[in-house]
Nanobody, 115 residues
């Protein structure tokens, strides 16, 4: 069964932190590079961080040095530690394979950064 379940979002003040988690099932995720995507209102979905099967990471310039992606293979879980959050980080966050499997998007988790 192929499934992605994101959690950990919420309302946070500018400068705050959140940790997102994504539990995934299915070999199309287990043995592939994984990433966190986000979609802000009125904007296209974008890849903000990804991690390879070897553990190498890469980030969009907009989140570099503030976000950290990690992966627990034993738990089939992907994480995104988000620090120094800004209002422009407000979006629905999703996880998926990189490149994304278009038929397997989860429900996402809403992150709202506001005072």
């Amino acid at each position: 069964q192929v499934q992605l379940v994101e959690s950990g979002g919420g309302l946070v003040q500018p400068g705050g932190s959140l940790r997102l988690a994504c539990v995934y099932s299915g070999t199309i995720f287990t043995f592939n590079n994984m990433g966190w995507y986000r979609q802000a209102p009125g904007k296209a979905r974008e890849l903000v961080a990804h991690i390879t099967t070897a553990g190498a990471t890469n980030y969009a310039d907009s989140v570099k040095s503030r976000f950290t992606i990690s992966r627990d293979r034993a738990l089939n879980t992907l994480y995104l530690q988000m620090n120094s959050l800004k209002s422009e980080d407000t979006a629905v966050y999703y996880c998926n394979r990189v490149p994304a499997n278009p038929w397997s998007w989860g429900q996402g988790t809403q992150v709202t950064v506001s005072s």
